[in-house]
């Protein structure tokens, strides 16, 4: 079955338990063939809305259709055409990899080639290994893995590099890019912006559950960063008068560092200029360009609108 | 309800089971050591004595034929006490539970009791004891019935009254017979309870049911692999417990199509009963916690280890709403007794419990977390 609309459908969806409301009336599309990247802070919700939508959760209300299909009418359809990597992701210990992987192409009943995902998640060193010997590296690629047993049109990425080392995460997002190319929808759950910023074609940031921007990580940055960075490293303590002369407002960092927002590269230039007529000593410097870090913190940091309405 | 999953589940299981060594240790050996060790206990009992250790005061030809009378018999090992000690004292000092005292002038009282002054007067023999002892009263019953036997021969005439034994069974069973039947039925129990409930606690904690959630198993499947996986490790725990019974102690019970009927029911009744008790135990160590709660008042109270009849009336009347004992009760009507009706009436009793609790833990299963 192909489906040509879009690949996931959240509309007005609530997950409350008890009191709380880990989830509070969202809605969001995600377009077929497209990284959607779901960022927020600990306990913002993203994991449980990923649930809901991954068919683990039941909504306390409104609705979410997969390639069109309602989660809680058709449960049983909509998990044979997905691939999940749970948070956490783990598997029977005294399983080996290439047996993990057989077992799971058993239980969707598909003839997965199981050499060519040991391939794609460079796994082929370890596919005689029993999971409990496994890196946390080697569990998540083996827990991608699996999540496309199935050949799944979406797949589900909870938080897939949550825990690894530097080497291992960029391994992850190797995979991942991997995925992308080869078209499938990709749904990933994550607090690292770097990863979205990489990876995604759209950013959904979730605080309090509740969205509170959605668009590309380039618009995001754009219409919510802060500016332009200059930090002026091992400078003279005189230059924080010279640059604020300057119309600028220096913000002093560590013992002899300065942080300075500017507009535009000219600010830069001015700034450097002043430094160098009036022979001050400069360590170091570096400028930064406005990130999707700094908008997640902007949007993050303060209570979502309607907070209030939470609290109650 | 698909075959092409039950079969993956179960390969999972059984490679699980065999790599790890400490589970096939408790689910195979354990029931075989326990059959071992009481088999070695109590197979026969009839070569069973008692060290009784005896101070012979007397030191005369009379005390030396009781000495000789109570050494002949099978129940007793006769050893030597020194005279000059106080028996009593000498008792505790060496932690002796029983020990008979012969008095001095024991040939002299027996010449009297003959003969004169005054005959017919009995003979006192003294016996310290520690009354603390569990084992004591045994040996005091056999030193009594020793002494009735005696007192029967000095009157030199045949006893008025004589018992003959009569057995409701065709031949003469022992004590192991009774007791492989309730191993089985144990053996089975623990390891379907324990799995039901480890399993399930492992497979939560460590977020693997979160994944199989998203998969097409369902919780049919999920229940009839364990099932299938729970019948395959009672069918080798039971040829186990049967093989050892008839090589080492020569066991030889019933096997009829009754056994293999009755192990599919008691599977089934506790892979269901530790279905039920899953939301009670969602981690590794309530697990082991509500197992137990459970199996150890149905081992020692269902009549797996003594006869439930040695119970007071309460425990005994409690005792028949435990599902274990109609399992005890079906596997020794069919293994024992040879009895069909008494088979079918504990096993219908195992099957209704079997059908409510699997219905019951078929709803239980959950998958999702949702609440």
């Given at each position: 079955m192909t489906n040509t609309g879009p690949a996931i459908v959240v509309d007005k969806l609530c997950k409350h338990y008890g009191a709380f409301k880990a989830v509070d009336n969202i809605s969001f599309t995600v377009k077929s063939g497209e990284v959607f990247a779901f960022l927020g802070p600990n306990g913002a919700g993203k994991s449980t809305t990923a649930e809901v939508i991954e068919t683990i959760r039941v909504p306390t209300s409104g609705t979410v259709t997969v390639l069109g299909m309602d989660v809680t009418k058709r449960k049983a359809k909509v998990v044979r055409r997905i691939g999940v990597l749970p948070q956490n992701f783990s598997s029977f210990d005294r399983i080996t990899v290439r047996e993990s992987l057989q077992y799971y192409a058993r239980v969707f009943g598909c003839r997965a080639d199981i050499d060519a995902l040991i391939d794609l998640t460079n796994l082929r060193d370890k596919s005689a290994a029993r999971f409990n010997t496994l890196s946390g590296g080697l569990k998540q690629r083996l827990g991608i893995a699996i999540a496309l047993v199935s050949d799944p049109e979406i797949v589900f990425l909870d938080e897939p590099t949550t825990g690894l080392d530097p080497h291992a995460r960029r391994q992850i997002w190797d995979v991942l890019k991997g995925l992308k190319e080869r078209g499938k929808t990709i749904f990933l759950t994550t607090h690292y912006m770097e990863e979205a910023e990489l990876l995604a074609d759209t950013v959904a940031i979730i605080s309090n559950g509740r969205i509170v921007a959605i668009d590309s990580p380039a618009k995001l940055t754009e219409e919510h960063a802060v500016q332009m960075r200059l930090t002026l490293n091992s400078i003279d303590s005189a230059a924080a008068g010279l640059i604020r002369n300057l119309g600028f407002c220096p913000v002093p960092k560590g013992d002899d560092n300065l942080c300075v927002p500017v507009k535009t590269p000219e600010d830069v230039h001015r700034i450097l200029a002043e430094i160098k007529r009036s022979g001050l000593t400069l360590g170091g410097l570096d400028v930064r360009k406005p990130n999707l870090e700094e908008v997640f913190l902007k949007l993050t940091e303060t209570p979502a609108a309607g907070d209030q309405d939470r609290a109650r | 309800m698909t075959p092409r999953i039950i079969i993956a589940n179960l390969g999972v299981r059984l490679k699980s089971f065999y790599r790890e060594r400490s589970a096939m240790f408790f689910t195979f050996a354990f029931p075989v050591i326990l059959v071992l060790v009481f088999g070695t206990i109590f197979t026969k009992p009839e070569h069973l004595n008692f060290d009784l250790p005896v101070q012979d005061n007397s030191r005369s030809e009379a005390s030396a034929r009781l000495l000789e009378a109570l050494a002949a018999g099978d129940a007793f090992n006769v050893t030597p006490v020194p005279v000059a000690v106080d028996a009593t004292e000498y008792a505790k000092e060496h932690k002796l539970n029983l020990l008979l005292v012969i008095p001095k002038n024991f040939e002299a009282l027996q010449k009297q009791r003959v003969a004169g002054p005054h005959p017919g007067v009995p003979v006192p023999l003294t016996y310290v004891h520690d009354p603390s002892s569990t084992a004591v009263e045994t040996k005091i019953q056999l030193l009594d019935t020793f002494v009735a036997a005696a007192n029967q021969k000095a009157t030199g005439s045949p006893p008025a009254i004589t018992l003959v034994a009569a057995s409701i069974l065709s031949k003469r069973y022992r004590f192991i017979e009774f007791f492989v039947p309730g191993i089985i039925a144990m053996a089975i129990m623990t390891s379907c309870l324990s799995n039901a409930l480890n399993m399930n606690a492992e497979l939560r904690q460590k977020g693997i049911l979160r994944k199989l959630a998203t998969t097409p198993i369902t919780r049919a499947d999920w229940l009839a692999s364990s099932i299938v996986y729970q019948l395959i490790l009672s069918i080798v725990s039971t040829v186990a417990i049967l093989l050892v019974s008839y090589f080492v102690f020569d066991v030889r019970l019933h096997i009829g199509f009754w056994l293999p009927l009755i192990l599919v029911v008691e599977v089934i009744a506790f892979v269901g009963f530790g279905m039920l008790l899953t939301p009670f135990a969602k981690e590794a160590e309530s697990a082991s916690a509500v197992a137990n709660a459970f199996l150890f008042p149905m081992m020692f109270l269902s009549?797996?280890?003594?006869?439930?009849?040695?119970?007071?009336a309460f425990l005994q009347t409690f005792a028949k709403l435990l599902p274990l004992y109609y399992v005890n009760e079906a596997l020794r009507a069919t293994m024992i007794f040879v009895d069909d009706a008494a088979t079918l009436r504990a096993v219908g009793v195992t099957a209704a419990f079997a059908a409510v609790v699997f219905v019951a833990g078929t709803f239980k299963t959950r998958w999702d977390e949702s609440t």
């Open positions: - | 009549g797996t280890f003594f006869p439930v009849e040695m119970m007071p």
